[in-house]
């Protein structure tokens, strides 16, 4: 009997071809932004400092911003990796420290239809754009979107197939948001030449690298668990 299987994925520079979040950053924001970022890799600035203080950096008119997110791609292998997820009835989920108000219109472009949790961004005319990040975890507090609370909500939950009790926890990412998740997937794939790679290799953690979805499709495929 085939075993069932979770899936849990990350957006920026994993679902998305480039990392959308940080070529925004370097489109529209000023000087400065790169402190910030290495501050918040430190763990000196949460997530929501971090965004905030990077956001007003920057000088982005929404309409500005919706021409930018026009020109994202996605991996393009990954329309295969969903469709090939839902005929075997794995369900993905796609977690993100990024923000919804580029997730939104790219998924929307592409007909992809799939549960995500991210940041919302809100514009206000005399204060610019304003960070909400109603996924943290308020007992860390390092990210706006708390990946691993998320996941182990999910793997928590009752199978939907009480003959198939025993689910494979997949978990896909490039990044330095993805180090906690990492730890409690039983199959990580991580990018390679990218910081969650070097993690994993550091951390000990088993880990799969690949450069597209397609790589992981052969490998899933590959090692599709059964139960007898």
């Known amino acids: 009997m085939k075993q069932s299987m979770i899936i849990f994925t990350d957006f920026d520079g994993t679902i998305s071809a480039q990392d959308v979040c940080a070529t925004m950053v370097q489109r529209f ?12 890799e ?31 791609e996605i991996d393009p292998y990954f329309i295969d990796f969903t469709v090939w997820a839902k005929e075997q009835g794995y369900p ?27 940041n919302p961004m809100h514009y206000r005319q005399r204060r610019g754009w304003q960070i909400e990040t109603p996924y943290e975890n308020p007992r860390c507090g390092r990210c706006g979107v ?10 928590l939950e009752p199978p939907p197939d009480p003959m198939q009790p ?15 998740p990492a730890n409690f997937g039983d199959l990580v794939f991580a990018r390679a030449n990218r910081s969650l790679a070097a993690y994993c290799a ?7 690298l690949y450069n597209n979805f397609q ?7 590959r090692e599709q668990p059964c139960s007898s």
């Not at 000088?59 to 911003?65: D, G, H, K």
């Not at 691993?148 to 999910?154: A, E, Q, R």
């Not at 790589?215 to 495929?221: G, Q």
Request: hydrophobic share 40%; aromatic share 12%.
């Open 215 to 221: 790589d992981i499709l052969k490998i899933l495929k």
């Open 29 to 40: 924001a000023a000087p400065g932004w790169q402190e910030l970022n290495r501050l918040w």
């Open 202 to 208: 550091r951390e000990g953690i088993p880990a799969q």
């Open 42 to 72: 430190a763990g000196k600035l949460s997530t929501k400092e971090c965004a905030q203080q990077t956001l007003d950096l920057m000088s982005m008119p929404p309409a500005e911003f919706d021409a930018f997110v026009e020109k994202q």
């Open 146 to 155: 708390c990946k691993s609370k998320i996941m182990l909500d999910f793997m």
């Open 92 to 118: 993905i989920y796609i977690l993100s420290d990024g923000y919804h108000n580029y997730i939104t219109p790219m998924l929307a472009r592409y007909n992809i239809r799939l549960p995500f949790y991210a």
């Open 166 to 180: 025993n689910r494979l926890n997949v978990y896909i990412g490039d990044g330095h948001s993805d180090r906690c």
